[in-house]
Nanobody, 123 residues
Framework: QVQLVESGGGLVQAGGSLRLSCAASGRTFSIYAMGWFRQAPGKEREFVAAISWSGARTDYADSVKGRFTISRDNAENTVYLQMNGLKPEDTAVYYC????????????????WGQGTRVTVSS
């Protein structure tokens, strides 16, 4: 089992920044990639960014390219999502996920999920 705990959400004005964290514990040796997803009110969950467990590969949704950066700290088993230039349309609950089955890129399926952290961007 892998446990994921997100933190760092909050309320920010448009144009501001936030950094989300996702701490992984348990069988972290089985993880080959981590991702961030988000779900806005009334919408389906969507992919935001992914990173290989080594940190060598990253992938981003077009809507966040150039504004968001995914990174990881190997020693802390933590993945980060630095979000700059936030827009009201970035408002959502952000979920961290881990992929442990297979080794495809872009990663999938994600079989472990965190509880989510809420990000609200005011205009």
């Amino acid at each position: 089992q892998v446990q994921l705990v997100e933190s760092g959400g909050g309320l920010v004005q448009a144009g501001g920044s936030l950094r989300l964290s996702c701490a992984a514990s348990g069988r972290t040796f089985s993880i080959y990639a981590m991702g961030w997803f988000r779900q806005a009110p009334g919408k389906e969950r969507e992919f935001v960014a992914a990173i290989s467990w080594s940190g060598a590969r990253t992938d981003y949704a077009d809507s966040v390219k150039g504004r968001f950066t995914i990174s990881r700290d190997n020693a802390e088993n933590t993945v980060y999502l630095q979000m700059n230039g936030l827009k009201p349309e970035d408002t959502a609950v952000y979920y961290c996920a881990a992929a442990t089955i297979g080794s495809r890129w872009p990663p999938g399926p994600y079989n472990y999920w965190g509880q989510g952290t809420r990000v609200t961007v005011s205009s």
